[in-house]
């Protein structure tokens, strides 16, 4: 299909797509001739149209030898179809501001356009030609090999993916959940043209897929264009899957596994069987889940990242997929305190049977899954997401209904039952990723005792009745759940036709900024000021992030954990932000908990309640991730990158600090940099949403008052880079792929010039984009390429990012260099720019659908001194840049002497 025809068409209908009234809420659908199931759930939030094609098969749908070829596939449809050449299909939705991507799992595999409803047609046109007629061109098929493989280093670079590989490879004996989803080398080097069209006419029939359409449209002539674009798809028999059955069993294959690996941090997992998705219990073991390992009021959290600091992270969660899941305890923590943390892990779950769930416990539990319907609200990409998960998941959304009954009907006794039947020690499968430093015969010892320690306490727990009578049991017999704390009510939304931006300025000098929509029940709030890391004296590196991980720490009335418990009870969050040139404070709520919500951030802002114990716990959270940064090798070269580019500028400096900066940090400092951030004169609030803007204004005139006479220390540091010759480093690292970044002295974030340099990183950026077609698509050389810049208060970078295995590293290079120069050489053709330009402003509106992302936009311009109004005035500064003025930019850019950082195995270069 030409790019012509796409664009004449799109024209004709476009007065059809948008409704003329608000779109009536509710789900839409119909099955086509040849099978295809379509969803449409019609939305008029924000004018954005969400296309998601969720195919019914993933990896555990392979057979042997074809490990790996959902995935594959699944980049292979982007490489040319019938009507869209290799790159194309990127370059069209792009050009049209859309976004592209896909994704695969063990059950489905998932392609999915977000664009303006300007153009859903092309969204259609897009997906429907990835469905129906991909080329699998032998050639493409080569070079994509290639990318996948690089793919599978990157993952295997992961700690994490290490970890949960090792997790399922030990959990299933037979089950094709054991597999990584990515595959095996051997397999996506070796697999024939021939086997992945077999596959993919056995699986990709339109009877085994769903067409889910969410956003702004009119859904009887968003049906008539689906019957259009997607009768042609073929129908055809879909063959049958017989996946190997996990044998049940009372006890695990091998109770505790460890593996050492080139990792700093041990991974600690628990895991024990439960059902598939559509069992009856599933409902309440993940409201169980949620009371005892998610969320900072969980138990789990609080006694072992809040109470102590044994961990980095804890958790506990359901997986719980179309066959037998698990459920799961999850912990990261340094390998010198798994004795202090086997313990506390073991008296929780004990716990889980000795100490009853409490209402409150069962209400917050209840309150967050409620509330996940609202913010859910906030996209088209998240109402289609929801729909297509639970339609091939469940086989009907309305099974969500009896969900979410199960939820609301979970009890304490309830609970006890379930803990019994489903954590029972004896079923419980114990593994550890540790690094090589660790003795692993001797930590698989100490899990076997810990194993065995549990399963006695648990057994007397077991004989015993419960501690105490919960507040639950005292008021039922029945055990009927509690009424909930919040009321989430019926809310119907209300399309705003004329959002405007409103600004006061109260008695403090602090300027207040809204933007309200009724389009869903959801408020963002959020402050900020001058300051950050750029101001932090040598000795305090590190202080601006111990400041923002300690700031919502309790208020003169509430312990830290009586204020975490009652924002979750609420289903809000309230967090404090600190970066190189602002920190503040940020919540997000539902309208109907406004008013508490707003009365708990000005305690929270501006009357917080630090400890030395709290100070201390997160002081060694922040030591603990420098010790570990040699597992993540892109932080590595991104530290080096701005030590070097910014040497003796405050930017080089750790955020982070040092061993010995955080050692001299005190609780006296943090609260004083508090104190002395908070300039109202020089400060911003931002309210968007569903908001009262007289609620949050009377009380932040009360809360800044006693603030009004502070005055900020920011002021601008200029940095000129000296010398004339390109700088190198190289970090080595035991990992199979090498982190390269390049990158030159760029602008500050008040150059009028900005909006020319985002468009020549918008030419480099995306699928569609020079670096990932010359570098990935023709190359093969990486599967993860892109630009990379900053724009600061007092200096910029503008440069390019690639990770990829060390014998390509040269090359790259190479070819980096190429592009960049590239954009000098010869001038920007028209048609780029407009793909550019369309780019920018597609995933800026895109990026605009939630409220958290307005107040952040306009806080950071307003802060820095641009106007609120230019982020809803993008298109036009946008649009008025020419090429030659990115060419000139450029040009200047390129002038400075480069700076070259790599951490891998082996330097790039000779």
Known sequence: MSQKRVNS?????????????????????????NGLDVRLIPSSKSPVVSVQMWVKTGSADERKAEEGISHFIEHLVFKGTKNFGVGEIARTVEASGGELNAWTSFDQTVFYVNISREFTETALDVISDMMGSPLFDAKEIDAEREVVLEEIKRTNDSPSRKGSRLLFSSFYEKHPYRLPVIGRPEVISGVSTKVIRRYFQERYSAKNMVLVVGGDFETKAMKKLVTDRFSALPGSRVRAVKRAIEPARTKPRKKVLVENSEVQELQLFLAWPMPSAKHKDVAALETLSTIFGQGDASRLVRSLRIDSDCVTSIGA???????????SVSAHLNPARISEALPLIKKELVDLLR?????????????????AEFYGLETAEGLARKTGSLTTLLGDPSEFKKYLERVRSFTSEQARVLTKQYFNPEKVQIVALAPNSVDAEALTKQLQTFGDQL???WTAA??????????????????????????ISTWKPVVDLDIKIERRTLSSGLRVIARRTKSTPVVSARIGFLGGSRLESSGQEGLTELLSRTWIAGTKELSEIELLG??????AGIGAFGGRHTAGVSAQMLSMTEKEICRLFMDTTFQPKMTDEIVLREKSMMVESLRTRADRPGQIASRMYMETMFATHPYA?????????????????????QRRMITPKDGVFVLTGDANLDLWCDALEIATAPF???RTTFGKQPYRWNGANEVRKFHEIKKEQTQILIGWGGITLDDPRRYALQIAQAVLAGQGGRLFIELRDKKSLAYSVGPMSMEGVDAGYFGASIGCAPEKGETAIRMLREEFQRLVDVLIPDVEMDRAVRYLIGSHDLGLQKAAAVSSTILFNEIYGLPAEDVFSYAEKLRSVTAPEVRTLIADILSRPPVLVAAGPKAPWT
Request: hydrophobic letters at 35%; zero cysteines; charged letters at 35%.
């Open 317 to 327: 969660g359901a997986f719980a997929p179309k066959d037998r899941g698990f459920m």
């Open 566 to 571: 009652k924002i979750e009870n609420m289903a």
């Open 708 to 710: 009004a006479k502070n």
């Open 653 to 673: 400096l750790d955020p982070m600090g040092t061993d010995a900066s955080l050692a001299n940090l005190k609780r006296g400092a943090v609260e004083e940099l």
């Open 9 to 33: 068409k799109r024209q004709s209908k476009r007065q059809t797509l948008r409704p003329s009234k608000p779109a009536a809420a509710g789900e839409s659908k119909f099955k086509l001739k």
């Open 455 to 457: 399963q006695t306490e």
């Open 355 to 371: 100490r009853p769930i409490e209402i409150e416990e069962i209400n917050r539990a209840i309150t967050n899954v409620e509330s």
């Open 462 to 487: 077991l004989k015993t009745k419960p501690a105490k009578k919960s507040l639950l049991q005292k008021k039922s017999k029945t055990g009927t759940a509690a009424k909930k704390t919040v009321k």
